[in-house]
């Protein structure tokens, strides 16, 4: 049987803490998206590099610069992506629950050592009031956004391979 003063403490909390609770509701939905999604977006994002590795090394098939390149799964979200040489990269995709992290080395010419002058490049997984799945540059003061796993996999196939 309530009395009046534990009325007005229910009423208290039902107006202080309501705008809480729904950011709260919104949030857990929100994570449940980029749990379910984020995974086939991270797939598709590998499928995406594959097919731009693979359309690349035919466009450098008989040319001097050809080399080994390769896209290769090292266990469920992470990727290695590597050349041999022309410029030579080693460079890691790892998908971590909310975040994807692209850290790589780069040269020139033939292998160098992997470790030196590494870059890291952050995106976080965000979901749009309509429920639809993007990614976008973490750090970025003006975050570009990836909507589609193929546009982020040519940001990152210009970031390893570009001249």
Known sequence: MATEWIEKLADGIKQKNHEAA??????QHYAGIVAEVGKEYFVALTFSLQENVEAMRRMLQGDVTSADTTVQTVKVGEVKIARARFPWVDGRLVHNGDTLVL???RGPGVEGDPN?????CHFTFKVAPDDSLFVEDAFAPSPRQYKQPDELARHITEALFAA
Request: glycine share 8%.
């Open 116 to 120: 030196q002058d590494r870059k890291v």
């Open 22 to 27: 729904e950011e709260f509701g919104r949030a």
């Open 103 to 105: 850290d790589y080395a």
